[in-house]
């Protein structure tokens, strides 16, 4: 499935990717985009991808020198197959720009877009994006976008920053900084960021996205990092930021389906499919009353584990 992109007087057919075709962000590991060490550490660690950061984890003196940076773990540091992601400044900013310039030419696998509030954030990515796929003779749209809602506005407007590309594959939440934003007093429960959460759930479910959920901020404390995966895959999160190394395999293993997941929505499928040859509509497995949405979920299973496998 195409949809046609409008860029700079070309009618542009940019590949669309579903739920079912894109790779999996389980876990996208931030890593400041100065430390090379540090990318090069990351490269080979367990999250599906890793994010070099050229926004908040990069101090504005060190912003030249990240690009540099970034530009060279590109070219020669090899990833391992994880996805190449790198966090640009915000569309508002004299940095993003000069962020963009430095960082496409070297052909990361996507771009995350900080502080989204508008459409028109990304699409200004996307035509910049698209211009330099041209110019070197890449097909254009294998570069995706991912976007962060970290802000009142950007949660008020994640509606229609969902539809504004098809180059966007998924919403990011930025929890500390929409907190910040609106003055909300953080607890563990997470109570006052239930709203911006959903929101941005049912924007990408809308759209077809990816809903990839914030950072944790405690390094030292599995228990409660394990709950909030658990709380965020259950809102319909498919994945989590991280921080720090030690958080993957906790997050990764929350956003894996289970081997009783799966053998579940296995025979959930197989009794389905008797039903349907029967002429039944709803009908009851293990109990329970079964019909379309449920055998939707238990497809979406079998789908990530496919992936994971793939």
């Known amino acids: 499935m195409e949809r046609e992109e409008h860029i700079h007087g070309w009618d542009v057919d940019v590949p669309e990717t579903t739920p079912d075709t894109r790779r999996p962000r389980r876990s996208l590991l931030f890593t400041p985009g100065d430390d090379m060490h540090k990318l090069e550490k990351a490269a080979g660690l367990g999250a599906d991808g890793v994010i070099l950061d050229l926004e908040d984890g990069v101090a504005l003196s060190r912003k030249t020198t990240a690009r540099t940076t970034v530009v060279d773990a590109l070219e020669r540091v ?10 640009v400044n915000p569309v508002n900013s004299a940095l993003c720009r000069r962020d963009l310039e430095a960082v496409i030419p070297a052909r990361p696998d996507g ?12 699409t200004s990515v996307a035509h910049f994006v698209t211009d330099v796929e041209r110019q070197h003779g890449w097909p254009v749209g294998g570069m995706r976008l991912l976007a962060m809602i970290e802000t009142a506005r950007g949660v008020l407007n994640v509606a229609t920053i969902a539809g504004a590309t098809p180059r966007l ?19 563990k429960a997470g109570g006052e960021l239930l709203y911006a959460r959903s929101a941005l759930v049912t924007a990408a479910a809308a759209y077809g996205l990816q809903a990839i959920d914030m950072i944790f901020v405690e390094l030292d404390n599995a228990t409660d990092l394990a709950e909030e995966c658990a709380f965020a895959r ?24 289970t081997p009783e997941e799966v053998a579940y929505a296995e025979r959930l499928l197989a009794a389905y499919e008797a039903a349907q040859a029967a002429g039944v509509g709803a009908f009851e497995l293990d109990g329970r009353m079964v019909d379309r949405p449920m055998v939707r979920a238990a497809r979406q299973v079998l789908a990530r584990a496919e992936r994971r496998e793939a």
Do not use: C, W, Y
Request: proline letters at 6%; zero cysteines.
């Open 234 to 257: 259950g809102l319909g999160f498919v994945g989590k930021t991280a921080i720090h190394p030690a958080q993957l395999a906790p997050i990764n293993a929350a956003f894996t389906p």
């Open 78 to 87: 090899d990833f391992g197959g994880r996805e190449r992601l790198v966090r």
């Open 111 to 122: 771009v995350v877009v900080a502080k989204v509030e508008s459409p028109d954030d990304l």
């Open 169 to 187: 594959d998924a919403l990011i939440f930025g929890g500390e900084d929409f907190a910040a934003n609106v003055g909300a007093r953080r607890s």
